[in-house]
């Protein structure tokens, strides 16, 4: 059965720097888009990045763009989230997702497969 599972949450404090990890199992993930999407308490879940198969496209949201960084190993089976310059408004639930294709890369609709999430949270 395929999963995705995310590591490398934590507590930060703003301004400090965290990298997050989503290995995926069961299947090979290396021609799905991947992203990232994250949900705060009491918010909608929202789009963070994403990144095609070979990793020649990306995309952030605006509230991300030069601060997070999406990037992926297909021979590890394995997609990465930098995030620097974090800000207190970036606590959330962090979740990778595949996708098979379709949609635009922020529409959580054309995912597949999600993994559990990791949780990060930025102290002020």
């Known amino acids: 059965q395929a999963q995705l599972v995310e590591s490398g949450g934590g507590l930060v404090q703003a301004g400090g720097s965290l990298r997050l990890s989503c290995a995926a199992a069961?299947?090979?993930?290396?021609?799905?888009?991947m992203a990232w999407f994250r949900q705060a308490p009491g918010e909608e879940r929202e789009f963070v990045a994403a990144?095609?198969?070979?990793?020649?496209?990306?995309y952030y949201a605006d509230s991300v763009k030069g601060r997070f960084t999406i990037s992926r190993d297909n021979a590890k089976n394995t997609v990465f989230l930098q995030m620097n310059s974090l800000k207190p408004e970036d606590t959330a639930v962090y979740s990778c997702?595949?996708?098979?294709?379709?949609?635009?890369?922020?529409?959580?609709?054309?995912?597949?497969?999600w993994g559990q999430g990791t949780q990060v949270t930025v102290a002020s």
């Open positions: 997702a595949a996708s098979q294709g379709g949609g635009t890369p922020p529409d959580s609709r054309y995912y597949n497969y």
């Open positions: 990144i095609t198969w070979s990793a020649s496209g990306t």
């Open positions: 069961g299947r090979t993930f290396s021609l799905y888009r």
